[in-house]
């Protein structure tokens, strides 16, 4: 797959309903997840134990937010080097200095 080809793709799915739906959707689920995990945690007497809990529910926040985010962050990493090609070709066919 080409990167115009992933960038295409990459785009119509950020634009997609489908794709706000289920952000919307495991955001929200993962917030009601967290609480509950958090307060489970609250409730542990050993420390220890309740500290390495919020720990699982931070690395399962991020994991779940790192996820969600690729879309958006690898469409502007595309675009960027796309961008930059194109300031590469034009500068290359009007000469260097």
Do not use: C, Y
Request: aromatic share 4%; glycine share 4%.
């Amino acid at each position: 797959m080409t990167n115009d080809q992933e960038r295409e793709d990459l785009d119509a799915l950020v634009k997609s309903p489908g794709w706000h739906r289920i952000k919307a959707w495991a955001t929200s689920d993962m917030s009601a997840h967290m609480l509950a995990a958090t307060e489970q945690a609250a409730n542990v007497t050993d420390d220890a134990v309740a500290l390495n809990k919020l720990r699982q529910v931070i690395a399962a926040k991020k994991a779940v937010e790192m996820t969600l985010n690729w879309p958006e962050d690898r469409l502007k990493a595309l675009t960027a080097v796309a961008a930059r090609d194109e300031r590469d070709q034009s500068f290359s066919r009007r000469g260097g200095l």
